[in-house]
């Protein structure tokens, strides 16, 4: 599925990659949040492509051995010790470590299959600036999700489609991928699990071609889950409310400026 497809800003002039030859494959950099998940670390890295150009584990002051368990199943990944707290704030500073063409979100639980990557990048090589991972499209599905989380993200992606104009189907997976050059866009400024909807809403928003990429999302192999759905579907009703008040304000605006006009 493609959205809109122009841009409302001129995109960045930096980035990785600009001192390439254009032919030159794209180096792809995958950044994974982790908090506690030595045990699921190893199925998640044994099903890493071999073509990376790195690995960024986030890790949010994990109490077991998720540190060293990365450090001893890939010694050449990169390990940021998070500052902040929260899944977002963990994207937002490995996004900000970044040094490859192409940025894939994965999750550290063993619910997101590395092996589908190629399927993400293939989707960016073929004229995508964002691909957005979807358990609901066909070739997608998921094993892990409870009815009501089923139901509230069919509740929140219908009002995202409908106050944004999207045409999303799966608006709270965390499976996605996208060039470099759409971190401006993006502007990742919150802490939560509501990152997913913000990075969506933003993408959106600058008119940048998203194209939903079919994925299976697995159970979290060990360990419990660090979301909890009513304090963060509040979080992300509360999100979707904010990202649209730039407009409403300029709506505003334009309503105030045309009253006085006319008075
Ligand atoms: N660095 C960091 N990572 C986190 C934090 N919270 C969650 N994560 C990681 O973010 C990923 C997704 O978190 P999960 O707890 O699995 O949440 P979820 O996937 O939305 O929920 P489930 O489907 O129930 O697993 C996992 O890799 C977690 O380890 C955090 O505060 N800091
Ligand atoms: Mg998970």
Redesign the pocket.
Request: with cysteine.
């Given at each position: 599925m493609s959205a809109i497809t122009w841009l409302t800003e001129a995109p960045p002039v930096t980035g990785p990659g600009l001192e390439r030859s254009p032919s030159a494959a794209p180096r792809v950099s995958v950044v994974?949040?982790?908090?506690?998940?030595e045990r699921n670390l190893p199925f998640v890295f044994e099903r890493l492509p071999s073509s990376l150009h790195e690995v960024i584990v986030?890790?949010?002051h994990s109490t077991d051995g998720t540190v060293e368990a990365a450090r001893r199943l890939r010694p050449d990944v990169r390990v940021l010790h998070?500052r902040g707290?929260?899944?977002g704030?963990?994207l937002q500073e490995g996004f900000a470590a970044c040094t490859g063409e192409i940025i894939v979100m994965l999750?550290?639980?063993g619910?997101t299959d590395a092996a589908e990557i190629p399927r993400f990048v293939a989707a960016l090589k073929n004229g995508a600036d964002f691909a957005k991972g979807s358990r609901f499209v066909q070739g997608g599905g998921s094993s892990?999700i409870t009815a009501l989380r089923r139901i509230g993200n069919r509740v929140l992606n219908a009002f995202v489609n409908s106050l944004y104009g999207t045409r999303y189907s799966d608006l709270c997976y965390?499976y996605n991928a996208f060039w470099w050059r759409c971190l401006p866009y993006m502007r990742v400024d919150c802490d939560g699990?509501e990152v997913e909807t913000l990075i969506n809403i933003r993408i959106a928003q600058a008119g940048l071609v998203i194209h939903e990429v079919p994925s299976h999302e697995y159970y979290?192999i060990y360990g419990t889950?660090?979301?909890r759905a009513v304090r963060d579907g509040i979080r992300v009703l509360r999100t979707i409310a904010l990202e649209r008040l730039p407009t409403l304000r300029r709506a505003w605006a334009v309503v105030g400026a045309t009253r006085t006009a006319v008075s």
């Amino acid at each position: 599925m493609s959205a809109i497809t122009w841009l409302t800003e001129a995109p960045p002039v930096t980035g990785p990659g600009l001192e390439r030859s254009p032919s030159a494959a794209p180096r792809v950099s995958v950044v994974i949040p982790t908090l506690n998940e030595e045990r699921n670390l190893p199925f998640v890295f044994e099903r890493l492509p071999s073509s990376l150009h790195e690995v960024i584990v986030v890790d949010g002051h994990s109490t077991d051995g998720t540190v060293e368990a990365a450090r001893r199943l890939r010694p050449d990944v990169r390990v940021l010790h998070q500052r902040g707290r929260g899944k977002g704030n963990a994207l937002q500073e490995g996004f900000a470590a970044c040094t490859g063409e192409i940025i894939v979100m994965l999750d550290a639980d063993g619910s997101t299959d590395a092996a589908e990557i190629p399927r993400f990048v293939a989707a960016l090589k073929n004229g995508a600036d964002f691909a957005k991972g979807s358990r609901f499209v066909q070739g997608g599905g998921s094993s892990d999700i409870t009815a009501l989380r089923r139901i509230g993200n069919r509740v929140l992606n219908a009002f995202v489609n409908s106050l944004y104009g999207t045409r999303y189907s799966d608006l709270c997976y965390g499976y996605n991928a996208f060039w470099w050059r759409c971190l401006p866009y993006m502007r990742v400024d919150c802490d939560g699990f509501e990152v997913e909807t913000l990075i969506n809403i933003r993408i959106a928003q600058a008119g940048l071609v998203i194209h939903e990429v079919p994925s299976h999302e697995y159970y979290r192999i060990y360990g419990t889950s660090n979301l909890r759905a009513v304090r963060d579907g509040i979080r992300v009703l509360r999100t979707i409310a904010l990202e649209r008040l730039p407009t409403l304000r300029r709506a505003w605006a334009v309503v105030g400026a045309t009253r006085t006009a006319v008075s």
